[in-house]
């Protein structure tokens, strides 16, 4: 009896290594499924086409795109003609009320809202049907008190890692 459990037993884990070896998927820590064939990616300059400008919007937000694709995966980077590649533009910079209070007659703004758009094409060579042109937007609130200069410096890297990991999902997570 015992012998007919170790046979069972061993059959068992030779079929499960059989089918395991069989498949091939690719897992990340970073949660990226980036097909096995892509080794290069290339990120162009984000430039700040939007009515209002924050000098170091578009060199944080391409350097931040840069950053993560360096450390999360495999790919190295390249100018131009990556298996996968990225380009676009900053098409809005807007701060507008987020919270109004009210006392008497009077509404005032008692936060304010940063929201920064970016429109992004994607180009996977490999896969096109992974390809796409899309509007990725964050925002980040800071109080009326506060000069929009005097916070920018704080509030823009923060809503940049929120659009890098938006952006970086949509491309790689497929989700």
């Known amino acids: 009896m015992n012998i007919r459990r170790v046979s069972y037993a061993a059959m068992l884990a030779l ?3 059989l089918a395991f070896s069989a ?3 690719k ?3 970073s949660g990226a499924s980036i097909p096995p064939d892509a080794k290069t990616v290339s990120i162009a300059y984000f430039p700040n086409n939007a009515p209002m400008v924050a000098p170091i919007l578009s ?3 391409t350097d931040a795109l840069q950053d ?3 450390r999360q995966t495999r790919l190295t980077l390249v100018r131009e003609g990556g ?3 990225f380009e676009g533009e900053i098409t809005n910079y807007t701060s507008t009320p987020a919270s109004i209070t009210a006392s008497g007659e009077d509404a005032v703004a008692a ?3 940063l929201t920064i758009t970016v429109r992004v094409r994607f180009v996977n060579t490999l896969d096109p049907k992974q390809n796409y042109d899309r509007t990725f937007s964050a925002f980040s609130d800071y109080s009326s008190n506060s000069l929009l200069q005097s916070v920018e410096s704080q509030l823009i890297p923060e809503i940049v890692d929120m659009l890098v990991e938006d952006i970086f999902n949509a491309a790689v997570s497929n989700w």
């Open 111 to 113: 936060m304010n809202r």
């Open 83 to 85: 298996d996968l590649s």
């Open 68 to 70: 993560r694709f360096s």
């Open 59 to 61: 060199s944080t937000l």
């Open 27 to 29: 897992y990340s820590l």
């Open 15 to 17: 079929f499960a290594a």
């Open 23 to 25: 498949c091939k998927i």
